[in-house]
């Protein structure tokens, strides 16, 4: 059907331009495709955006959101594009707010134990800038050298260190925020515990920008603990033996900061890609890290490793061997996804039902003949999944698609979520009523409604 716009999109452009620098508004085709992503997403929304906006400032954000509002242009808030659920990629016709130019440390307070940072600094960068004051900032994505806070944020980023220090929530004190309709407003502050109020900025930590954009963005940073980090690396006979194991030091007392697990698949696959040795033990890898506890955490771990059946346990204090294996972990992805086509998933159960779950995923491969690759953040109940088949595919294949499903419908029987800490965006938005409910799908919907009533902010991500 004919359809006939009131405005071309030079006009949209030229009234962008008065509000956002004309150097700010990037219109290229190739800055387009770069960051719109278009092969990524559903037939509906193929295409490039309208233009790709480099903001600098609030008043550029708040710029954009004006002529998004007057034109009913959706609005796609990016920052460093590693989002792995299409949680901003641009949508055709749109506007794509890219805050990843606004990545300045403001302050770092070690006597308040802080940082305020704009939402496009680098994970990565936050960390080694506090630890120059004798600080860092615990929250430890895979995506730590390459994602910014903003999107750890709007994300709730979690990671490697979530077992002993939480996630990006656990960690956010404050935020600044420009709603859909261009008002400014503080949530939380420098305080470490405040009572007043709903807690809107929780609210806002996970929201995926479809609730406002982040502006500004006060952490908790931690005093880096005393003693010598010591690292190690265990072998099990399959996943379901080593999620006992994790279970068994989780609850010890001995608060490990890492506990990160890798099938023998997995562990191949490295060796392939890193040139390394371990899966010579054709079994499944744990590797484990405590930053401080002394001389007997570590042996009461060595104990329990040993009480599991664990073989080939090892240890370092080597600052340069702990870095390799932490660079192992971080390099699970490209070696998995290389030369093949991938899904990697996300989900979280109770701990108790962490091996269950391994033992359902290992069954569920041989019954759809479906290649897994089962890694994951063991110690808090985050288990990442990837689905792999021939590269030459021209579409997914059915047993894949069935074999997402069963895991998903198998996490929610076990009480666990089908998205412990990539978010959600246009992938999973659709099992929102299966696994939050009717009533609360609903209530979701209204606070969306009440925090964008135009429907503006990142549509079609997080709930619709």
């Known amino acids: 059907m004919t359809t006939f716009k009131a405005f071309s999109d030079t006009d949209v452009l030229t009234d962008l331009k008065q509000q956002v620098p004309a150097d700010r ?9 770069k960051f719109s992503f278009s092969k990524r997403l559903t037939d509906d929304d193929s295409g490039l955006a309208l233009a790709y906006i480099e903001a600098q400032s609030t008043a550029d954000i708040q710029g954009t959101l004006k002529i998004a509002r007057k034109y009913h242009l959706p609005v796609i808030p990016q920052s ?10 641009g949508i055709a016709g749109g506007l794509i707010l890219s805050t990843a130019k606004m990545n300045h440390i403001l302050e770092i307070s070690k006597a308040d134990s802080l940082a305020v940072i704009e939402p496009g600094v680098i994970n990565g960068d ?3 800038a506090a630890r120059k004051e004798g600080m860092f900032y615990a ?23 979530t077992v002993k220090y939480g996630a990006t929530k656990d960690n956010v004190l404050g935020l600044t925020v420009v ?3 261009g008002r400014e407003i503080t949530l939380g502050g420098r305080t470490l515990k405040q009572a007043f109020g709903y807690d809107l900025t929780q609210l806002m930590v996970g929201s995926e920008g479809t609730l406002g954009i982040v502006t500004k963005v006060i952490v908790k940073l931690m005093p880096i603990p005393l003693g010598t980090p010591v690292m190690g690396v265990a072998f099990f006979e399959n996943m379901t033996a080593l999620a006992k194991a994790v279970t068994a030091i989780r609850i010890s007392g001995v608060y490990p900061t890492m506990l990160e697990a890798l099938d023998a698949q997995t562990v191949a696959a490295l060796d392939r890609y890193e040139k390394t040795n371990y899966a010579t033990d054709s079994a499944a890898m744990l590797i484990f890290k405590l930053d401080n506890g002394g001389e007997a955490s570590m042996q009461l771990v060595k104990q329990l490793l040993a009480d599991k059946q664990a073989k080939n346990v090892t ?5 340069e061997e702990q870095a390799k294996l932490e660079k192992l972990r971080r390099d699970m992805l490209p070696a998995v996804f290389a030369g093949q086509n991938h899904i990697m998933e996300d989900m979280a159960v109770p701990l108790s039902q962490l091996a269950p779950l391994m033992d359902y995923i290992q069954d569920l491969a041989q019954r759809l003949d479906v290649k897994i690759y089962t890694a994951g953040h063991a110690g808090d109940g985050n288990v990442h999944p990837t689905l792999v088949w021939p590269k030459e595919a021209t579409k997914v294949p059915d047993n894949i698609i069935v074999a997402l499903q069963e895991m998903f419908h198998k996490t929610l029987a076990l009480g666990g979520t089908i998205s412990g800490e990539h978010a959600v965006g246009m992938l999973k938005n659709q099992w929102n009523n299966a696994e939050l409910g009717e009533d609360v799908d609903q209530l979701q919907h209204q606070i969306k409604a009440l925090f964008d009533p135009m429907g503006i902010l990142n549509p079609k991500r997080k709930i619709n």
């Open 126 to 128: 936050l960390d080694q």
């Open 25 to 33: 508004v990037l219109t290229d085709p190739e800055t387009l495709q």
């Open 80 to 89: 460093q594009t590693t989002s792995t659920v299409i949680g901003s990629d």
């Open 139 to 161: 929250p430890d994505p895979g995506s730590k050298p390459i994602s910014g806070i903003g999107g750890n944020v709007m994300t709730n980023a979690g990671g490697m260190s």
């Open 179 to 181: 709603l859909a309709d």
């Open 315 to 319: 240890v370092t204090e080597d600052p």
